[in-house]
Structures are given as structure tokens and as C-alpha cells.
């Protein structure tokens, strides 16, 4: 028996995605690198060297943009949630709640409890709010910015403790259909 065949292969995780900015925001990306660029050559009377301010500014822009949307959320093989760098053990997850888009402003100010893990990107409409069960903890809850809550908690093992039966879910936010989710895992074919 060789090495590679006695090692278990990697588990697919049940959830995942990158919080990546909207495609458009490359567009304004582009036209902030050429105003800005402009602006160089303008300033520097336009000398043959200050057209290098259009490749430095974009790859300032690009790498903005890029680091701002390459967080992950995720639900590995075990279960446990990964938002960012944090990890949530599934054993100590009570409950989960989907978070419209309507409702995500007063999640995330009257009602939002100081000592909460939150991981919210704005571009993103909708989230997920996991409630913990650890009294070592004193963190009461997460709520975290995702494109699918429903998924997410599909992938949890659990169902919406805050839908109304009838009520559809929030999962899709409008004009969104191109949300750059990097894959699901199997989970999301079983559902349909």
C-alpha cells in the first residue's frame, strides 16, 4: 500500500462562497484609475513618465477591490461554520435565522447586541443569524453576510427559526443572479 493511498482524502464542504464585490464596482474601478491617472499627467505637465500613474493606480484599485471581496463563508464536512477567520464548532450552534435584506438594517443597529460576532460586507444584501448555546461563550450570537442564508443553514442541519410557514425565503437578493459564489457542495444538489 503506497502513502497516498493509506491518507483519507479532504472532505467536500457542504457550503461555500466568497464575498466578492459587484462586477460593477470594477467598472467604477476603471474610471476612477483613469480620472485619477489624468490627474497625474495634468499635474505633472504631462511629461512621458507620468503615464505610469495608470498602471499604478489600477493595480492600487484592483488589489483594493479584490482583498475587499476574498472572504469566505463556509460550512466544512463537520459542520462547523467558517466566517472570515473564525471558525463555529456546530455543537454549539442552538438555532439559525434568515436575515432579509429589509430586515438587515435594524439587525444591525437597534437591535444588534455589542457582544455579537458580526461579519458584514455592505454590498451584500441578506445574512444569517446563528445563535450559540455555550455558556463558556459570551458571544449570544453571529450574524454573518451571505447571498444564501438558506443555504447556509441547509447545510448547518437546521431549518429558519425566524420564517413564517408560507412566507418565501430570502435568499436572492434583486438584481443579484450573478453573485460570484465559488460552488456548493452537495448538499446544494440535494436540495433542488
Given at each position: 500500500m503506497t502513502q497516498a493511498a493509506s491518507t483519507p482524502a479532504p472532505q467536500q464542504d457542504r457550503y461555500s462562497e466568497r464575498l466578492i464585490v459587484p462586477w460593477w464596482w470594477w467598472l467604477a474601478g476603471l474610471a476612477i484609475t483613469a480620472i485619477f491617472g489624468?490627474?497625474?499627467?495634468?499635474?505633472?505637465?504631462?511629461?512621458?513618465?507620468?503615464?505610469?500613474?495608470?498602471?499604478?493606480?489600477?493595480?492600487?484599485?484592483?488589489?483594493?477591490?479584490?482583498?475587499?471581496?476574498?472572504t469566505p463563508v463556509r460550512v466544512d464536512a463537520n459542520g462547523s461554520l467558517h466566517a472570515g477567520k473564525a471558525m463555529l464548532p456546530s455543537e454549539v450552534i442552538a438555532r439559525g435565522a434568515t436575515v432579509s435584506a429589509?430586515?438587515?438594517?435594524?439587525?444591525?443597529?437597534?437591535?444588534?447586541?455589542?457582544?455579537?460576532?458580526?461579519?458584514?460586507?455592505?454590498?451584500?444584501?441578506?445574512?444569517?443569524?446563528?445563535?450559540?448555546?455555550?455558556?463558556?461563550?459570551?458571544?449570544?450570537?453571529?450574524?454573518i453576510s451571505t447571498r444564501h442564508p438558506d443555504r447556509v443553514l441547509a447545510a448547518l442541519g437546521m431549518g429558519d427559526a425566524g420564517r413564517v410557514p408560507g412566507q418565501e425565503p430570502a435568499d436572492r437578493e434583486s438584481g443579484d443572479e450573478e453573485s460570484g459564489d465559488e460552488g456548493h457542495g452537495k448538499d446544494d444538489a440535494a436540495q433542488g
Open positions: 489624468y490627474e497625474v499627467q495634468l499635474a505633472a505637465y504631462r511629461e512621458p513618465w507620468s503615464v505610469v500613474a495608470y498602471p499604478v493606480i489600477a493595480a492600487l484599485i484592483g488589489w483594493g477591490l479584490y482583498s475587499m471581496g476574498r429589509a430586515q438587515r438594517s435594524a439587525a444591525m443597529g437597534r437591535q444588534l447586541d455589542p457582544a455579537a460576532f458580526v461579519l458584514h460586507r455592505t454590498w451584500v444584501k441578506t445574512m444569517v443569524l446563528v445563535v450559540l448555546d455555550d455558556p463558556d461563550d459570551p458571544t449570544p450570537y453571529w450574524l
